[in-house]
């Protein structure tokens, strides 16, 4: 392959066609007309031909559906990319597993044969592969998952193979993407990650010289093959031109990976149709000049292939005819994953004698012992996170805990892989701030793998992160940014506090197949679980993921405080001094779960107080307390008085007289607290 990409060519090729109005190609292009000009051998097996002329035929009739007006959204054809499906997906095993991208259903027909399934799907009938609901960029079914965003599945693809590791398994993952994708970071993250950790990962990289309708060399500086080798990974190299040599060198490149060590495969390749149904400005002459050197169009050139062709194409016709439409129903497709309920009645709570900490480590060796994974920077011993949380459980349990590269997206999404894939997995982001870097992954893989495979796949990957200011790290180390998560579907979010054992609430999350984001207070780390003072008792609701009740002993409250984590610790600490300073009785929930919020013990204590003030730790704006005052008060005609407490919308300075100004705190809840008191009493 030509290095060089600022050069460029006259539109004369190499064997003397030009290209009608061409002012010139890039070298890329010209190195894919001088292997699709080359005299290759097309005698290849006869299964593998019908193969790919099925994978055309299924993908001519979506098209021709899509023009009848029968299907709607977008596809993406690998018309005239066949033989990289069949060449590489064809020699897997049924217990391999493929992950691939948009242009994925050769990649699918090949590893599965469930090609009347994909015609059901993109027809959006309950009979598809995803009960319709996937269509084209979304396809499962075991052994294949395909997502439409570039690069996603890479680091799904890693925890999956270090599942196959863990199990003694030779099976390999391929993961499929497109030159245009390696301008995402996160294939760089994960070529790292699987050369760090010899994963059994064939990555390859369809190159067919164009992102959507970039050139290769506006887009793609270097080599495709370059990318792999400073990695130390082993790199091969095809084209569909030759695909009796593209099998070859596929087959050497899988036993490669299946010896135990990640592979980098770059097949040259073009496509004959648009990007996805129409969308095509490339030079007529240049699509007509590949058309004509398509392998399977000079297959079709034999009267033998030609029968096969009208044989197969009849069949999937046939298939499209007697296909009965069936669709699944909103009431069938919305249910999600997530815990629901509440509960009114509570009960006394008694805490152990023990420090958050030690019963987080405690509840983490727990799932580790039962075959759990743990994730994260710096998190095996003797260090243990940058809160020690997980320090020890490395020790007693060797190649349980994975000390991952500073990649926050990589960390994400190697969980989200080995839950898929039945092992549970817990990832610790160093700080919540960095979660903003894990956002894809959890919006785009786990939260969307129930629904969009058309509820056949779980993620139950456990995303756990400190959140919080007070500690004077600064802007980029004290954010709380939970209202950013609690607004993605089937995703839980839960706070854990020290007014709450946590052990018995995260043994029951180990048994829901939800994704899971997990709130931890890094100043709440080293508290010690709280104890009833004389004038507030300790209560919590029956339910798996309990809210606390904090209540006066004697007494009705006059003002209901809701908050959640290590700012529900503080105001606990201090409701003695809120009385005094209010002259109001309150009573004060915590919340643990956060997503799905449920407002049962909220709403009875306001039935009594009629004042109502949600405290939480970040911003208030769009927020969590936004969202809770809204229940309430649509639930009780707007007559009850409420407001919301949080931090600054700033960002949180370092100085500590000023982040303790800008973050939420018990004084801020005293101030909205006469702010209410002054609303119903206007004399004062």
Same mark, same amino acid.
């Given at each position: 392959?030509?290095?060089? =990409?600022?050069?460029?060519? *006259?539109?004369?090729?190499?064997?003397?066609?030009? &290209?009608?109005?061409?002012?010139?190609?890039?070298?890329?292009?010209?190195?894919?007309?001088?292997?699709?000009?080359?005299?290759?051998?097309?005698?290849?097996?006869?299964?593998?031909?019908?193969?790919?002329?099925?994978?055309?035929?299924?993908?001519?009739?979506?098209?021709?559906?899509?023009?009848?007006?029968?299907?709607?959204?977008?596809?993406?054809?690998?018309?005239?990319?066949?033989?990289?499906?069949?060449?590489?997906?064809?020699?897997?095993?049924?217990?391999?597993?493929?992950?691939?991208?948009?242009?994925?259903?050769?990649?699918?027909?090949?590893? *599965?044969?469930?090609?009347?399934?994909?015609?059901?799907?993109?027809?959006?009938?309950?009979?598809?592969?995803?009960?319709? /609901?996937?269509?084209?960029? =979304?396809?499962?079914?075991?052994? &294949?998952?395909?997502?439409?965003?570039?690069?996603?599945?890479?680091?799904?693809?890693?925890?999956?193979?270090?599942?196959?590791?863990?199990?003694?398994?030779?099976? /390999?993952?391929?993961?499929?993407?497109?030159?245009?994708?390696?301008?995402?970071?996160?294939?760089?993250?994960?070529?790292?990650?699987? %050369?760090?950790?010899?994963?059994?990962?064939?990555?390859?990289?369809?190159?067919?010289?164009?992102?959507?309708?970039?050139?290769?060399?506006?887009?793609?500086?270097?080599?495709?093959?370059?990318?792999?080798?400073?990695?130390?990974?082993? *790199?091969?190299?095809?084209?569909?031109?030759?695909?009796?040599?593209?099998?070859?060198?596929?087959?050497?490149?899988?036993?490669?990976?299946?010896?135990?060590?990640?592979?980098?495969?770059?097949?040259?390749?073009?496509?004959?149709?648009?990007?996805?149904?129409?969308?095509?400005?490339?030079?007529?002459?240049?699509?007509? &000049?590949?058309? %004509?050197?398509?392998?399977?169009?000079?297959?079709?050139?034999?009267?033998?292939?030609?029968?096969?062709?009208?044989?197969?194409?009849?069949?999937?016709?046939?298939?499209?005819?007697?296909?009965?439409?069936?669709?699944?129903?909103?009431?069938?497709?919305?249910?999600?994953?997530?815990?629901?309920?509440?509960?009114?009645?509570?009960?006394?709570?008694?805490?152990?004698?023990?420090?958050?900490?030690?019963?987080?480590?405690?509840?983490?060796?727990?799932?580790?012992?039962?075959?759990?994974?743990?994730?994260?920077?710096?998190?095996?011993?003797?260090?243990?996170?940058?809160?020690?949380?997980?320090?020890?459980?490395?020790?007693?349990?060797?190649?349980?805990? &994975?000390?991952?590269?500073?990649?926050?997206?990589?960390?994400?999404?190697?969980?989200?892989?080995?839950?898929?894939?039945?092992?549970?997995?817990?990832?610790?982001?160093?700080?919540?701030?960095?979660?903003?870097?894990?956002?894809?992954?959890?919006?785009?893989?786990?939260?969307?793998?129930?629904?969009?495979?058309?509820?056949?796949?779980?993620?139950?990957?456990?995303?756990? +992160?400190?959140?919080?200011?007070?500690?004077?790290?600064?802007?980029?180390?004290?954010?709380?940014?939970?209202?950013?998560?609690?607004?993605?579907?089937?995703?839980?979010?839960?706070?854990? *506090?020290?007014?709450?054992?946590?052990?018995?609430?995260?043994?029951?999350?180990?048994?829901?197949?939800?994704?899971?984001?997990?709130?931890?207070?890094?100043?709440?780390?080293?508290?010690?679980?709280?104890?009833?003072?004389?004038?507030?008792?300790?209560?919590?609701?029956?339910?798996?993921?309990?809210?606390?009740?904090?209540?006066?002993?004697?007494?009705?409250?006059?003002?209901?405080?809701?908050?959640?984590?290590?700012?529900?610790?503080?105001?606990?600490?201090?409701?003695?001094?809120?009385?005094?300073?209010?002259?109001?009785?309150?009573?004060?929930?915590?919340?643990?779960?956060?997503?799905?919020?449920?407002?049962?013990?909220?709403? =009875?204590?306001?039935?009594?107080?009629?004042?109502?003030?949600?405290?939480?730790?970040?911003?208030?704006?769009?927020?969590?307390?936004?969202?809770?005052?809204?229940?309430?008060? +649509?639930?009780?005609?707007?007559?009850?008085?409420?407001?919301?407490?949080?931090?600054?919308?700033?960002?949180?300075?370092?100085?500590?007289?000023?982040?303790?100004?800008?973050?939420?705190?018990?004084?801020?809840?005293?101030?909205?607290?006469?702010?209410?008191?002054?609303?119903?009493?206007?004399?004062?």
């Amino acid at each position: 392959m030509v290095s060089v =990409h600022t050069d460029r060519l *006259t539109s004369e090729g190499q064997d003397g066609s030009r &290209f009608a109005g061409d002012e010139g190609i890039d070298l890329p292009l010209a190195e894919a007309r001088r292997l699709a000009s080359r005299n290759t051998d097309l005698s290849l097996p006869e299964n593998s031909i019908a193969e790919a002329i099925l994978i055309r035929a299924v993908e001519e009739r979506l098209l021709s559906l899509f023009s009848e007006g029968r299907m709607n959204g977008t596809v993406h054809t690998c018309v005239g990319q066949e033989f990289s499906a069949v060449c590489i997906a064809g020699q897997l095993r049924e217990t391999d597993w493929i992950t691939s991208n948009h242009r994925c259903h050769g990649h699918f027909i090949s590893k *599965t044969g469930i090609w009347g399934g994909l015609l059901d799907e993109l027809m959006g009938l309950e009979s598809g592969v995803c009960k319709g /609901i996937g269509s084209s960029q =979304h396809l499962y079914a075991p052994g &294949f998952i395909s997502n439409g965003t570039q690069g996603a599945l890479l680091p799904v693809a890693a925890g999956m193979a270090i599942h196959n590791k863990r199990l003694g398994s030779d099976d /390999i993952i391929a993961s499929f993407i497109g030159e245009g994708t390696l301008g995402e970071g996160i294939v760089y993250e994960t070529l790292n990650f699987a %050369a760090l950790q010899q994963l059994p990962q064939l990555f390859v990289c369809e190159n067919n010289f164009y992102s959507q309708s970039t050139p290769q060399a506006r887009s793609i500086a270097g080599t495709v093959e370059s990318r792999a080798k400073p990695f130390g990974i082993a *790199t091969f190299s095809a084209d569909t031109w030759d695909p009796a040599n593209l099998t070859k060198v596929a087959s050497e490149a899988i036993e490669f990976v299946r010896s135990g060590k990640p592979a980098f495969l770059t097949v040259q390749t073009y496509r004959l149709n648009a990007h996805s149904k129409g969308d095509d400005d490339r030079n007529q002459a240049e699509i007509a &000049f590949f058309r %004509a050197r398509d392998p399977l169009e000079r297959l079709l050139a034999e009267p033998r292939w030609q029968a096969r062709q009208a044989e197969i194409t009849e069949e999937v016709a046939r298939h499209v005819r007697s296909a009965a439409d069936k669709r699944l129903s909103r009431k069938a497709y919305l249910p999600d994953q997530l815990p629901r309920g509440g509960s009114e009645i509570v009960k006394p709570v008694t805490n152990p004698e023990a420090r958050l900490l030690q019963c987080l480590n405690d509840a983490y060796a727990s799932a580790v012992r039962e075959g759990a994974v743990l994730l994260g920077e710096d998190i095996a011993d003797p260090y243990g996170g940058a809160f020690t949380v997980t320090r020890g459980i490395d020790a007693a349990n060797p190649g349980s805990v &994975f000390t991952m590269p500073i990649s926050e997206a990589l960390i994400a999404g190697v969980a989200m892989g080995l839950a898929l894939r039945g092992t549970p997995a817990y990832a610790e982001i160093m700080f919540g701030d960095f979660m903003s870097l894990t956002f894809d992954q959890i919006l785009s893989n786990a939260s969307k793998f129930h629904h969009m495979y058309g509820h056949q796949a779980s993620c139950p990957a456990r995303i756990r +992160t400190p959140m919080g200011g007070k500690r004077g790290y600064g802007p980029t180390h004290s954010q709380s940014l939970e209202k950013f998560f609690v607004g993605i579907d089937n995703l839980m979010v839960m706070a854990v *506090t020290s007014l709450l054992d946590p052990r018995p609430a995260l043994q029951a999350l180990a048994k829901e197949a939800c994704p899971c984001v997990i709130i931890e207070n890094k100043t709440d780390y080293a508290r010690r679980l709280w104890a009833p003072s004389p004038a507030f008792k300790l209560q919590a609701t029956q339910t798996k993921f309990p809210d606390l009740v904090i209540s006066p002993v004697s007494g009705v409250p006059d003002v209901t405080i809701v908050s959640y984590g290590g700012l529900a610790r503080e105001l606990a600490d201090s409701l003695e001094h809120i009385f005094r300073q209010t002259d109001c009785v309150p009573e004060l929930i915590c919340l643990t779960r956060l997503h799905p919020l449920d407002a049962t013990a909220v709403m =009875h204590s306001v039935a009594q107080s009629r004042r109502l003030v949600v405290a939480e730790e970040g911003s208030t704006p769009f927020g969590i307390g936004s969202e809770l005052v809204c229940r309430v008060l +649509t639930k009780t005609d707007g007559t009850i008085d409420a407001r919301t407490v949080g931090a600054d919308p700033v960002p949180i300075p370092s100085p500590k007289a000023l982040e303790a100004k800008v973050l939420a705190s018990p004084d801020k809840v005293i101030d909205a607290i006469l702010e209410l008191r002054g609303a119903e009493a206007p004399n004062g």
